[in-house]
């Protein structure tokens, strides 16, 4: 009765722990001003892409010359570009290509970082090999190289976002190497492998799990900087080809008319930044929040 008792006992000890673990992170969490405003951000403007399609009572791609360039009315509230197309309606349905853009290359270098980075970090052949293809993709500026392979591969937008993912999946991979480094050389690390475990259970149950705190945080800004590339390759004419709508290419359609349709280029260009404030304030938001170091130095 007595053990019954006690495993009881500890169980509720444990169960009380966990509660305020919780109720700590919850607070914690809430209480991070950066994230919860870049969060609720991202939010909004997701549910603009998603849902806002829904609503819109014009076809984006239709077009009606007699309404060319109209300014922002009860009619059209953001007014209409140069082929008489709601502006509102364009805008809202390429928030859904530039934010899906911008998560698939995130997406896309997240994943290809983490192998690259863990493998690099464990294998010194890997390593010298890997890395310095990665100096050299680095060493050429992001937009350029990004505008050398979409000449070469087409625009389309499935070209866009490989090109984007070769652009910043250096990045991340540089970022996972440095911090699986710092994991491999851990005492628990050498205990294991002197237990006999395989090197797919070292990098994979062990190193990288403790990569994905820099991991998600790496990957909230490389989705801002994808969404800031991709509106400057289509506002150049290598992004998104017409007549599909992006930001960028709303932008691209408005540099001719800007001192006579302003709202051409100011409302995409709210929405860019927008995206792109929301995305730098959750990520310094997960940076707090998931790297102890970080909160005790500004402690």
Same mark, same amino acid.
């Given at each position: 009765?007595?053990? !019954? =008792? %006690?495993?009881? =006992?500890? %169980?509720?000890?444990?169960? =009380?722990?966990?509660?305020?673990?919780?109720?700590?992170?919850?607070?914690?969490?809430?209480?991070?001003?950066?994230?919860?405003?870049?969060?609720?951000?991202?939010?909004?403007?997701?549910?603009?892409?998603?849902?806002? +399609?829904?609503?819109?009572?014009?076809?984006?791609?239709?077009?009606?010359?007699?309404?060319?360039?109209?300014?922002?009315?009860?009619?059209?509230? /953001?007014?209409?570009?140069?082929?008489?197309?709601?502006?509102? %309606?364009?805008?809202?349905?390429?928030?859904?290509?530039?934010?899906?853009?911008?998560?698939?290359?995130?997406?896309?270098?997240?994943?290809?970082?983490? &192998?690259?980075?863990?493998?690099?970090?464990?294998?010194?052949?890997?390593?010298?090999?890997?890395?310095?293809?990665? $100096?050299?993709?680095?060493? !050429?500026?992001?937009?350029?190289?990004?505008?050398?392979?979409?000449?070469?591969?087409?625009?389309? @937008?499935?070209?866009?976002?490989?090109?984007?993912? &070769?652009?910043?999946?250096?990045?991340? #991979?540089?970022?996972?190497?440095?911090?699986?480094?710092?994991?491999? =050389?851990?005492?628990?690390?050498? #205990? !294991?492998?002197?237990?006999?475990?395989?090197?797919?259970?070292?990098?994979?149950?062990?190193?990288?799990?403790? @990569?994905?705190?820099?991991?998600?945080?790496?990957?909230?800004?490389?989705?801002? $900087?994808?969404?800031?590339?991709?509106?400057?390759?289509?506002?150049?004419?290598?992004?998104?080809?017409? +007549?599909?709508?992006?930001?960028?290419?709303?932008?691209? $359609?408005?540099? /001719?008319?800007?001192?006579?349709?302003?709202?051409?280029?100011?409302?995409?260009?709210?929405?860019?930044?927008?995206?792109? /404030?929301?995305?730098?304030?959750?990520?310094?938001?997960?940076?707090?929040?998931?790297?102890?170091? @970080?909160?005790?130095?500004?402690?």
């Amino acid at each position: 009765m007595k053990a !019954i =008792e %006690s495993n009881k =006992e500890l %169980s509720n000890i444990k169960y =009380e722990l966990k509660k305020e673990q919780r109720q700590l992170f919850r607070k914690r969490l809430f209480s991070n001003k950066l994230m919860v405003t870049g969060g609720v951000t991202i939010i909004f403007l997701t549910l603009v892409a998603f849902i806002g +399609p829904l609503l819109m009572p014009y076809n984006p791609y239709e077009m009606v010359v007699q309404n060319r360039l109209q300014a922002p009315s009860m009619q059209h509230p /953001l007014g209409t570009d140069e082929f008489g197309r709601d502006l509102l %309606s364009r805008i809202v349905f390429g928030a859904k290509v530039t934010l899906g853009v911008g998560f698939s290359v995130a997406a896309i270098t997240s994943f290809m970082g983490l &192998i690259i980075g863990l493998y690099a970090s464990y294998y010194k052949i890997l390593d010298h090999i890997l890395m310095r293809v990665c $100096d050299g993709l680095m060493s !050429i500026p992001g937009i350029l190289l990004a505008i050398a392979l979409m000449s070469s591969l087409g625009p389309k @937008t499935l070209n866009v976002v490989i090109a984007l993912s &070769i652009v910043f999946t250096p990045y991340v #991979a540089r970022v996972i190497r440095s911090k699986a480094i710092v994991i491999r =050389e851990q005492t628990y690390v050498e #205990a !294991i492998k002197v237990q006999g475990a395989s090197t797919f259970r070292v990098i994979w149950l062990h190193i990288m799990p403790n @990569t994905i705190s820099p991991l998600v945080v790496a990957a909230t800004f490389i989705f801002a $900087d994808a969404i800031i590339t991709e509106a400057a390759l289509s506002f150049l004419g290598a992004g998104i080809p017409a +007549p599909d709508p992006s930001w960028g290419n709303i932008l691209y $359609d408005g540099k /001719l008319v800007i001192f006579s349709a302003w709202w051409m280029t100011v409302f995409p260009g709210i929405m860019i930044i927008l995206s792109v /404030l929301g995305l730098n304030l959750l990520g310094d938001g997960l940076r707090d929040l998931l790297d102890p170091h @970080t909160n005790y130095a500004k402690k």
